[in-house]
């Protein structure tokens, strides 16, 4: 099977643009949850979306939305970007329908906005 | 809001010696605590997990403990070897609410 895959793997921005992220689970999975990785905060829960529903979210500002496809592939996708924002986007996905079993995660998409 | 403390934040060890790392969580209704290793350059992966009718839990050379009345549980890794060497996240979730907390990671580095 292939495992989570995310696109694209690099890009660079300019503050104020946006940008889109996707995330492809691995096949039969039918959760995924993204995260945002910065060195010292770890990883920060986004959301999390089952059958195109999104059934959690963090504490992060309405700049930063998602959705998920009834093939299961997810999108995030991020408004009005800000320096803040430089970051490793991590997808992950999960066999289970609820949110005890293991996550599978991509190699992530790392954001740079200058 | 729910929260996981994870300590250290750094951690240096010889090889073959012992390594303990120690998370904190706040929301007592918390159930399920997995660990996940990420190597450098790489995707986290889940190396062990603990549920809350379990007090510990092992597997070769790691282990996890789960305190629930201090809300606190621990990783413990033995005779460590350099390719332990890698960030370690710990997570606490909470059944039903499809919310991920993890804690801010520990870099261990294991010296040959």
């Known amino acids: 099977k292939a495992g989570v895959t995310q696109t694209p793997r690099y890009l660079i921005k300019t503050r104020g643009q946006q940008v889109t992220l996707s995330c492809s689970p691995i096949s039969g999975h039918r959760s995924v949850s993204w995260y945002q990785q910065t060195p010292g905060q770890g990883l920060q829960f986004l959301f999390e979306?089952?059958?195109?529903?999104?059934?959690n979210k963090g504490n992060f500002p309405g700049r930063f939305s998602g959705r998920q496809f009834s093939n299961s592939r997810s999108e995030m996708n991020v408004s009005t970007l800000e320096l803040g924002d430089s970051a490793l986007y991590l997808c992950?996905?999960?066999?289970?329908?609820?949110?005890?079993?293991?996550?599978?995660f991509g190699e992530g998409s790392r954001l740079t906005v200058l | 809001g729910e929260n996981v403390e994870q300590h250290p934040s750094t951690l240096s060890v010889q090889e073959g010696d012992s390594a303990v790392i120690k998370c904190t969580y706040s929301?007592?209704?918390?159930?399920?605590f997995p660990w996940y290793k990420q190597e450098l350059g790489k995707r986290p992966q889940l190396i062990i997990d603990?549920?809350?009718?379990?007090g510990e839990k092992k597997d070769q050379r790691i282990a996890v403990t789960l305190n629930k009345t201090a809300k606190h549980f621990s990783l413990h890794i033995t005779e460590t070897q350099p390719e332990d060497s890698a960030v370690y996240f710990c997570?606490?979730?909470?059944?039903?609410?499809?919310?991920?907390?993890f804690g801010t990671g520990t870099r261990l580095k294991v010296l040959a």
């Open positions: 929301d007592s209704a918390s159930n399920y």
């Open positions: 979306y089952f059958s195109e529903t999104q059934r």
């Open positions: 603990i549920r809350s009718n379990v």
């Open positions: 997570a606490a979730i909470t059944s039903g609410t499809y919310k991920y907390i």
């Open positions: 992950a996905s999960s066999q289970t329908g609820d949110d005890t079993g293991e996550l599978f």
